[in-house]
């Protein structure tokens, strides 16, 4: 149990398809995160949400979509996604002090788009 | 943004031989320096963290790491790995105050019973 939860954990779609992906975190953190992890690259940081208001946005394509209704929960929207898509999508979360920023991650969702 | 390299990509080693995986960054402000690992099949954690004072940290399960500023590296160690201890490992890095963590590519460790 990490304290991060992912939905689902696996997920195939087709490139013409809409589909959601869910995290929830049970630590009362306050910042939240989508990182993408492929294969022999590194984690590429897609949003931040702090206090449930997006701080970052790493040039992500608009097919990816974030969601923080709350400090919990955290979704990522998906449309119209290409193959190169399919990768793992890692939730995490953090409490945000200036000493700390240690990240606890979810398991992952695994997404292949066909 | 800073960014992380991480110079091995796969390491294979036998049981009780001693580990060391590189890691550079390149910021030329306060950091604060992660290593995570991922067992097969698990999640992301948090193997070790520097965030000020002695540069040598110690970790969970035998790893330690040394923070060389002047050499802006951040290598983790570990004297005698166990099989046990195959699985990936990230070195991450973020500007201190801010949570843009950036991960390098990952090693993966192969450890031979």
């Known amino acids: 149990e990490t304290g991060v939860t992912q939905t689902p954990r696996h997920l195939v779609m087709g490139m013409t398809n809409k589909k959601s992906l869910k995290c929830e975190q049970h630590?009362?953190?306050?910042?939240m995160y989508w990182y993408k992890q492929s294969a022999k690259k590194p984690l590429e940081l897609m949003f931040v949400y702090n206090f449930k208001e997006q701080t970052e946005n790493n040039s992500v394509p608009s097919r990816f979509s974030p969601e923080c209704p709350n400090s919990s929960h955290l979704f990522l929207h998906l449309h119209t996604l290409q193959p190169e898509d399919s990768a793992l999508y890692l939730c995490a979360s953090s409490q945000v002090t200036y000493d700390t920023g240690e990240l606890f991650f979810g398991e992952g969702s695994r997404l292949t788009v066909l | 943004a800073q960014s992380v390299s991480q110079h091995n990509h796969h390491v294979i080693l036998s049981e009780a031989a001693s580990l060391e995986l590189g890691c550079n960054y390149s910021?030329?402000?306060?950091?604060?320096l992660f290593w995570y690992v991922q067992y097969p099949g698990q999640h992301l954690q948090l193997l070790l963290k520097y965030f000020s004072g002695d540069p040598l940290v110690k970790g969970i399960k035998g790893f330690e790491a040394e923070f060389i500023k002047s050499k802006f590296s951040f290598n983790l160690r570990k004297p005698s790995v166990q099989w046990s201890d195959t699985a990936e490992y990230f070195c991450a890095v973020n500007a201190g105050g801010n949570n843009d963590m950036r991960f390098g590519a990952g090693t993966r460790l192969t450890v031979k019973p």
């Open positions: 630590l009362g953190h306050n910042a």
């Open positions: 910021y030329g402000g306060t950091v604060n």
